[in-house]
């Protein structure tokens, strides 16, 4: 058994690039380490996730890819079937207990199915695709218990920023963060993935989530691997353990520039807006765009404000195409996007606010010029309260919505 | 590394805590450029507008806490390495960053680093594990780095490692104990 502290060089059970890794894994594989192939090509995935309106150069870069994965007989992913942490739980290639690295900080989102993903640079995960490897030192724990009832209106997005503003951006570096309770059980996939999203936001290395009835309920039918819950040990230790009460929680939002500039919504209220994006690996799954279409559903968009809605995947858009969903956002006056990255990263090109603009996003980072422009000011908060901001065209409490 | 290679001289360029890799290198620009020397001019231009011309080669950048949080983007590191910095002192990093600087071969190290000042003269000693300020007449030990990174550093970066030993050296030794 390995312990805290230890070295060790696993077996990876999967391993993923997507567009937007710089050098790209794919040429690091060949051209840095001079390997011909990976290591099983079961277990290499790429996906077209940041990029779907590609520039001359990106569509050049597309085509690299997808030469790639014909020749090595890997899977990819083509653009605008949506986000890699969304993409992968849903087309069950994430199951409990298995071992991931992505090149991307955000992998950490498949702890809410049990699993351990790990963000990595483009060497590590070129040398995990040609070795099917990547050395780890053993982390120390942090437990997190939540218990209490959800109060109307306050979301799993408002206990992980909380969480992050307790914690800090750099309070779990280093360590492995488990969440687990009463409160977490209630929670659907959906709304646990926003969880274990923003798990780097507070520097964790890997967030894990129990497989519970409704982690295996969710993977029934799905899972391309053996399902292999993982649990506690009985005499674990830990370096610290929290017990956070939800029961008097408030919607929170992130003030610019920093994710852990934490402040319940009602210390914020009424501050002007003119941008909102619901969106992102963290908040554009079904269930998020559930809620804000509930909120915005006969009502209209503020005159003042642009709201951009981008499903995560187009399973995800399926889905709110069949239930309703995207008539009632496309009624309320919000422009919708292919499903993607876009309007996340500057990168993206999509959604980029002009100088002074306030927005709100649904996503996992509001550092100065991610949305693409310095000069502009980005909340982070949960679908409810951006969809409540975007109606009021001021930061907005969406509490009054659910009475 | 050569023993000449083992000291790093050069002036302090100080920041604070939290530079993340967007601040690093904006998205913005990685999406258009593929070439890391033509990202060089853009080096924590969100943050400090112009300040990737004012670098002279072998200056030491020096930070807070948490430095490199954030994306896992690897061309973070290696554009600070590109754009002429030596090395980045810390007193603790984001672990993605620091994986991606031991990874391309770019020293990265956690030191105390409070009372350091804008263009102080420092001197690093890679073998010694000592950080020495010539402005203010002080030394400091750096953090050891763990054997596996120390490892990967001296043969030059991840892509020499598996290249000089045909795969992960330190599993022959018995450190694989998953």
């Known amino acids: ?403 | 590394m050569t023993e000449t290679e083992n000291v790093l001289m050069g002036s302090a360029r100080v920041f604070g805590d939290n530079i993340n890799t967007d601040y690093i290198i904006a998205s913005k620009y990685k999406s258009k450029v593929m070439d890391v020397t033509a990202l060089v001019p853009h080096v924590m231009e969100d943050i400090r507008p112009g300040f990737a011309a004012t670098i002279a080669p072998g200056d030491l950048l020096v930070a807070g806490e948490n430095f490199g949080s954030g994306s896992s983007r690897e061309i973070a590191a290696r554009v600070l390495r590109e754009a002429g910095l030596s090395a980045v002192l810390a007193r603790s990093f984001a672990r993605i960053f620091f994986r991606n600087a031991i990874n391309v071969g770019f020293p990265v190290l956690e030191v105390d680093t409070r009372g350091i000042e804008e263009g102080d003269r420092l001197e690093l000693d890679l073998s010694s594990g000592v950080l020495r300020n010539m402005t203010r007449h002080w030394d400091r030990a750096v953090a050891t780095l763990p054997p596996v990174m120390l490892e990967i550093l001296r043969d030059g970066g991840l892509a020499a490692h598996l290249r000089k030993h045909r795969g992960f050296a330190f599993a022959a030794r018995g450190v694989n104990r998953g």
């Open chain 1, 1 to 403: 058994m390995a312990k805290a502290g230890d070295f060790v060089l696993p077996d990876i059970d999967l391993v993923f690039a997507h567009d937007a890794n710089r050098p790209h894994p794919v040429d690091v594989l060949e051209e840095e380490l001079g390997f011909v192939d990976v290591f099983d090509r079961e277990r290499v995935l790429l996906l077209l996730d940041h990029y779907v309106s590609p520039t001359e150069s990106i569509a050049n870069l597309h085509r690299r890819l997808r030469t790639f994965a014909a020749e090595k007989h890997v899977r990819l992913f083509e653009v605008g079937r949506g986000i890699s942490h969304q993409v992968l739980p849903e087309e069950g290639f994430v199951a409990p207990g298995m071992l991931i690295v992505g090149a991307d900080s955000h992998t950490c989102t498949f702890g809410a199915l049990n699993a351990m993903g790990f963000g990595a640079g483009s060497l590590d995960v070129a040398a995990a695709m040609g070795t099917g490897k990547m050395w780890l030192r053993v982390p120390t724990s942090i437990r997190v218990l939540v218990r209490g009832e959800w109060p109307a209106g306050v979301f799993s997005k408002d206990l992980v920023l909380f969480l992050i503003g307790q914690f800090g951006a750099g309070g779990a570096t280093y360590r492995s963060v488990e969440v687990e309770g009463p409160a977490i059980r209630e929670l659907s996939v959906d709304a646990r993935m926003t969880i274990a999203n923003m798990g780097i936001e507070m520097g964790a290395k890997a967030w894990l989530m129990p497989a519970d009835a409704v982690v295996l309920n969710y993977l029934a039918g799905r899972a391309r691997y053996p399902v292999r819950p993982i649990e506690p040990d009985h005499d674990a230790e830990y370096e610290s353990v929290h017990e956070v009460g939800i029961d008097g929680l408030v919607p929170q939002v992130s003030l610019p520039h920093a994710v852990d500039n934490v402040l319940p919504v009602t210390e914020v209220v009424g501050r002007p807006i003119q941008q909102v994006v619901i969106g992102t690996c963290t908040n554009a799954r079904s269930e998020d765009l559930k809620i804000a279409a509930r909120i915005l559903a006969g009502r209209h968009v503020h005159p003042d404000v642009r709201l951009f809605v981008v499903p995560a995947s187009q399973r995800v858009l399926e889905s709110a195409l069949r239930t309703g969903v995207v008539e009632a956002l496309a009624k309320a006056g919000a422009i919708l996007g292919t499903p993607g990255c876009n309007g996340c990263v500057g990168g993206t090109h999509y959604a980029v606010p002009s100088d002074g603009v306030h927005m709100v996003t649904t996503a996992n980072r509001n550092f100065k010029g991610r949305t693409g422009n310095p000069n502009a000011f980005i909340y982070l908060a949960s679908p409810a309260t951006a969809a409540a901001s975007a109606i009021e065209g001021k930061l907005a409490d969406p509490r009054p919505y659910f009475q």
